[in-house]
């Protein structure tokens, strides 16, 4: 956020925000295409759909600025998606980059490495993240059973 010089505020709200509530990426891929819904305190619900290999163009609000966004992979465990887009405070490049990983106990996790690129300021930043596997349901796929009729 501080390549894209959003302020100090802001960027503490978004901080907390993500230190405070618990995420959840569910990703599907298959060999045509990929779907990532992500459920935060920061990002609820947001959903993205690719087909892989072909750029998607969306219109964000406000304005209708355009976003391109290209999803390739090389194998099951490994995405990466290419963006751009014009934000508040210039244009941007994302590169968002995702492997499923082994430590050495066995245990899987998810690797996201995440570069952002402010293009007016040639500012760039990359942050790796690491997100552990979720044994149960994710909460935003819960669906919700209709209760017995009560008598």
Known sequence: LET???NEMAIAAHD?????FETYHTIDLDRQKVKIVKRSRVNNDLVVE????????TLLQPGDREKK??????SPAHLQIQSSLHT?????????IKTLEQ???GQTWLKQQLTITNLGSGVSCTTTRFFRPYDKTAPHLVVDQPMADAK
Do not use: P, W
């Not at 690719?50 to 163009?57: A, F, K, P, Y």
């Not at 508040?88 to 968002?96: R, S, T």
């Open 50 to 57: 690719l087909d892989l290999g072909t750029e998607r163009i």
């Open 69 to 74: 966004s290209l999803a390739t992979s090389n």
């Open 88 to 96: 508040v405070n210039g244009k941007a490049e994302v590169l968002d």
């Open 16 to 20: 907390k925000a993500e230190k405070d």
């Open 4 to 6: 894209m010089n959003v």
């Open 103 to 105: 430590d050495e106990t």
